[in-house]
């Protein structure tokens, strides 16, 4: 019975607040000013209330703030979309969209009180689901999943509390699985493994904390070892073997801590080595992720 009355409080305060707005003052996009965040009629000196039009243009104010609906463009990367969403007090809030030009959606986006919460989600044009995200009080928390236009799985990795957590899946097109591996509070921690878009795999190792660790192997396509590697915290620590195509060892070179080393401990080569370009590539991964990009877009509208 309660569940009741409160649906029927939202639809009849839904339709008395669109009325309102249907009766209220209407001028055009182009009379807008802009003072100090507040919004004005040109030549008046008194904070607009009433609704703002223009073509595909649409925006409402109370006392010279954003309180209402809103509906209006934005360029990314040369391309043009349409926003829609609704303000309360100068606070976005609610589910927000944005759409191609053709009226497909693009983005279905939720707010509590200005701040990214519960999946935001992502289609192609074609409406085939791109992914999705899932974010508490701004912050990512829960899955975040990728698929390719046709549907195919590309990335399943998940975050808790911001930071990554748990297993981290990548595949190819067609789901041909690229990379596999585990991460803790952020960083990757436990063994990783690589392959080529054949299926082949690269590499095999481990990590402890965004390092290496441990016995690495790389491969030919055949799947025979290319290279074994010895690594401690993140440096070249131990015997490098490198064998032929035949199986036969070619070279064969020892380190410490990242330093070529000959036969009595002397250093043959110090270390050069600056980046992890396979750590580095996940911190990329996070910069990538959308609901960034699209709070500040909508953040910087005016």
Known sequence: MKKRWVITFLIAYTVLYNLSFSNSRKESINKKMLKNQIVYISNETSPFTGELVGNGIKEQ???????GFFQGFFQEKNEKFIYEGRYVNGIKHGVWTIKYLNGNTKGVLRYNYDKPNG????FYPNNNMEGYENIEDGILHGKVVKYGNGG???TKIEYFHGLLEGEAVFFYKGEILETLTNFKLGKINGGIKIFGIDGAQILEGEYRNDKREGQWRFFYKSGDIKTIVNYKNGLKDGEVIIYDKAG???????????NEIDDNGKILKKNNELKDPIVDRFKKF???????KYDKILSELE
């Open 61 to 67: 104010y109370e006392n010279g703030i954003k309180n």
């Open 119 to 122: 999946q935001w989600t992502y």
């Open 152 to 154: 195919e799985l590309l």
């Open 248 to 258: 036969l060892i070619a070279q064969k070179s020892k380190y410490k801590n990242g």
């Open 286 to 292: 996070n910069r990538s992720l959308k609901y960034e």
